[in-house]
């Protein structure tokens, strides 16, 4: 492995540390202040690590980087791939799944924003809920700066960050939402000669770590008395539970949308999963 050559390093078991890097003397003063507002340890670039994850504070907004200089890889907020509703935008799944009619939506699994953005240019008042405090402030922060930004204003006034728990914060929402998204981080499948997924989610795994039980979570938005919960899955993947009110499936991803009052009165061990002994086959 080349010594600059990060696409093939083992990934951590658990949640890596996160510091802030100021990449240049002139980002030194606004490097302090992430730093002592998220807690995370400030570095200058002579003292970065080549592997480590970084923070950086740039002139386009905050961006985590995947070891030390920016070629290892680089994941962003960017509310500029995004343009408010289309012609095009009915027949995406997604949106046939939250539903095409204006409706406020929780996304409870944001990470760098962008289905929440996207839900926010079909027209929902979207709340996104993140509980990584440094991918919460990526966040927040370009919302900001797209509030000052024409081509984006519109779609980031309709939109919210909590950085939160989600399971925590679903049950207790006021007002009620009527939708809650879910896109759980998948576990980290065996690989062989397969290739790596985009480096968004590598550095999504290396910040948040191993994959978590996504059941509670679900058990959360349920409890939140949201009418509609959707799921996003792998394309080819079982459904996280069952019943399911319907599916849309793009080319890469299957969103399987669920009627929460059809599972009322459903002990969660009631409801079938592909774990569940009582899933038939």
């Known amino acids: 492995m080349a010594e600059d050559d990060l696409t093939g390093a083992a990934p951590a078991a658990g949640p890596e540390t996160v510091r802030i890097l100021a990449f240049s003397d002139a980002d030194h003063a606004e490097a302090q202040l992430w730093a002592e507002r998220l807690g995370l340890e400030r570095v200058p670039i002579e003292h970065a690590q080549a592997h480590g994850l970084h923070l950086v504070p740039t002139p386009e907004g905050l961006e985590l980087w995947a070891g030390a200089k920016r070629r290892h890889g680089v994941a962003r907020v960017d509310f500029s791939r995004r343009s408010e509703s289309g012609p095009g935008a009915a027949s995406q799944p997604l949106h046939r799944a939250v539903g095409q009619k204006p409706v406020s939506v929780v996304d409870a699994t944001a990470g760098f924003g962008d289905d929440a953005i996207a839900l926010a240019g ?12 440094p991918v919460a402030a990526m966040l927040e922060q370009a919302q900001s700066q797209a509030l000052q930004d024409s081509r984006a ?129």
Do not use: N, W
């Open 153 to 281: 204003q519109a779609i980031a006034q309709r939109l919210r960050v909590l950085c939160t728990d989600a399971c925590q914060a679903l049950p207790r929402l006021d007002p009620v939402p009527d939708v809650v998204y879910l896109d759980p981080m998948y576990p980290e499948p065996a690989r062989k000669k397969t290739a790596l997924p985009r480096i968004e989610i590598q550095l999504l795994r290396r910040i948040l770590g191993p994959a978590e039980d996504p059941l509670p979570l679900f058990e959360a938005a349920l409890s939140s008395g949201a009418r509609r919960i959707v799921v996003k899955r792998p394309l080819q993947a079982a459904p996280l539970i069952e019943p399911r009110a319907g599916h849309h499936a793009g080319k890469l991803a299957r969103y399987d949308v669920y009627d929460a009052a059809s599972l009322e009165g459903h002990p969660p061990g009631a409801m079938t999963s592909p774990r569940s002994p009582k899933q038939t086959p």
């Open 122 to 133: 079909f027209g929902h008042q979207v709340l996104a809920l993140e509980k990584c405090r």
